[in-house]
């Protein structure tokens, strides 16, 4: 130990990056699809919603990536 | 919605933003797509009349583009790192420099030559998916490598992957390929020269360039001719993949030569790793003969093909309009061959080489986590920089932006000007979309009517569109990161970004030139 106390925020990022990038990939290719289901049948509460998790997952890449 | 510079600003600004995060502020392409991607869906609702329904549908698009070019970084990856743990890219790093000492012709034969065959096999980010890390195991930067393997690759991609690209110029215009090969295989075959002279300057700065120049020379006649002569004999296809293994075999003969000739005696056929143990070249190669083999059978036997063409995948899409009129046509989405796609190949490839280094007792133990732990981490970083710009493109296609951008670039200059301004926007579409076929996709119309309302000729300025599309694809965001991604740059792809579109530029600007001199000739008028 050095006795610098870590930069909690970097650290969570460092450790958890790989599983958060595969949160956000996981997500987007999900959405995506959710999107596109939710237009097919008309529905607005859907596509909001999906693309919600869509800019969730981009949140979340442009934290972590 | 009207052309003006606020409006033509409004549409550039998610490419703005992309340069300015990943050139000024050396963001990485992941982070750097999804702010671009955020500003894209921004612009479209607030300024360009995009519906929930609209983005819905093209994110969908996106989607479908992304995992086309996602199922090539995956298996690109595990293939390289199967080769990478069986000690292929170690007993490379010390076979070239056997064949010849000198490390300019050590580029140029892997860089310029290696990475046009791979892009003519398979392309897709292949050339330099798989090229760059070989630079690095021969001892050249991760940044080298990666600014090698891409511009070596720019002059081959139009006719590359089965000339996908310039059958989707003649789908797009509905003209004939008699009529727009030739000046398509002349500037890009004119153009393999200054792709292999700057793959040279890179790999060994001026002097490289001077003690290598009579070969390059030599080797972009030999390539420039092998292709248009397969193009004017209709064989456009196999342009790109004809002609780079005319030169890898003329290039291999070169090597030969007193100046570049093998000189430190080592043994080419078989080598002997680090723990002692005699390993076989062959062997050693296999994994790349069987990506070779099964790219050729899958493309060249009619009733594999067939076969393998009943497996796809994709989605359809209704007409969708903004609430400004502009209007895309219904449509099939991007087809993905579940068997035969590129991607597949390299899997194939893989599971093969995997099963011959396993026999052969080239894996150790652990070698399976060693192997997917790389690909894991390279691979998903990749992902989600192709989602986000892939997403950002479409968006901005999907919307009328892209359309907006290209109307402003062409009004502004007269007869005189846009020939110098053809292979530019060819090259910007490519640049945007990561892709010349997305290239063609979007401005080729654009290109013929605006040719034909300035009075210049309709096939040489198309050839320019492609041709600029060709050598604009390797500076795309997106293909920059598969190439980072292999070398240990996954994060820091700003690195490359400046060179590249420093280097890149230079053909396409060549490009331009020679557009004005063949329409100052007279020539395809």
């Not at chain 2, 990485?28 to 009349?49: C, H, Q, T, Y």
């Amino acid at each position: 130990m050095n006795g610098v106390p870590p930069n909690s925020n970097s650290s969570w990022r460092k450790k958890y990056r790989l599983q958060v990038q595969l949160v956000a990939l996981i997500l987007a290719v999900t959405a995506s699809f959710g999107l596109y289901t939710a237009a097919q049948n008309g529905d607005s509460f859907w596509s909001g919603a999906w693309l919600a998790t869509l800019a969730l997952s981009m949140l979340l890449t442009g934290l972590v990536g | 919605m009207p052309l003006n510079l606020l409006t033509w600003l409004l549409a550039f600004s998610p490419v703005i933003i992309v340069l300015v995060l990943m050139l000024g502020l050396r963001w990485g392409g992941s982070k750097a797509g999804a702010i671009a991607w955020f500003v894209a869906v921004l612009v479209a609702f607030f300024f360009f009349g995009a519906n929930l329904r609209l983005i819905a549908y093209t994110q969908a698009k996106a989607i479908l583009l992304s995992l086309d070019v996602l199922y090539i970084i995956w298996t690109a990856l595990l293939l390289y790192h199967i080769a990478d743990e069986s000690g292929t890219v170690r007993m490379i790093g010390t076979m070239l420099p056997a064949l010849t000492p000198d490390r300019t012709m050590q580029g140029l034969l892997l860089g310029w030559l290696f990475a046009s065959f791979l892009q003519g096999m398979g392309g897709f980010g292949v050339p330099v998916a798989v090229s760059a890390p070989l630079l690095v195991g021969l001892g050249f930067s991760p940044v080298q490598a990666v600014l090698m393997s891409c511009i070596g690759h720019g002059w081959a991609v139009n006719f590359g992957s089965l000339a996908t690209s310039f059958q989707t110029l003649l789908a797009v215009t509905n003209l004939p390929g008699t009529l727009l090969g030739p000046p398509s295989a002349v500037l890009l075959g004119i153009s393999a020269l200054p792709c292999g002279l700057i793959v040279a300057f890179i790999g060994g700065g001026w002097q490289g360039v001077r003690r290598t120049f009579p070969a390059v020379l030599l080797l972009s006649v030999v390539m420039g001719l092998t292709q248009y002569g397969l193009v004017v004999a209709r064989v456009w296809t196999l342009g790109a993949t004809g002609a780079a293994l005319v030169g890898l075999v003329v290039g291999f003969a070169l090597t030969r030569l007193p100046a570049y000739r093998q000189t430190n005696g080592q043994s080419l056929t078989s080598q002997v790793d680090e723990n002692g143990r005699r390993r076989s070249l062959p062997v050693a190669f296999s994994a790349y003969a069987i990506l070779v083999v099964l790219a050729f059978g899958i493309n060249l036997i009619e009733p594999l093909r067939a076969f393998l063409d009943r497996f796809q995948f994709t989605l359809q899409f209704p007409e969708l309009r903004t609430a400004l009129g502009w209007v895309n046509p219904a449509e099939a989405g991007r087809k993905i061959d579940l068997l035969g796609h590129p991607g597949a190949v390299l899997f194939y490839s893989s599971l093969l080489a995997a099963l011959i280094y396993q026999r052969a007792g080239y894996f150790r133990p652990g070698a399976w986590k060693r192997i997917l732990t790389p690909v894991l981490r390279g691979a998903v970083n990749s992902s989600l920089g192709i989602v986000a710009m892939v997403g950002m493109a479409v968006i901005m296609s999907n919307t009328g932006m892209t359309n907006l951008l290209a109307e402003g670039l062409s009004r502004n200059f007269g007869a005189e000007f846009y020939p110098l301004v053809a292979p530019f926007l060819g090259a910007l579409g490519a640049f945007i979309t990561g892709s010349n076929n997305n290239s063609n996709v979007l401005f080729a119309l654009l290109q013929m009517r605006t040719a034909e309302l300035l009075k210049l000729s309709v096939p040489l300025i198309l050839a320019a569109q492609t041709a600029g599309g060709s050598l604009g694809s390797i500076m795309a965001p997106a293909k920059v990161i598969v190439g980072c991604s292999t070398v240990g740059l996954g994060d820091n792809e700003s690195v490359v970004m400046r060179p590249i579109l420093f280097y890149g530029l230079l053909p396409v600007a060549g490009v331009a030139l020679l557009t004005v001199l063949f329409l100052w000739l007279g020539v395809w008028s």
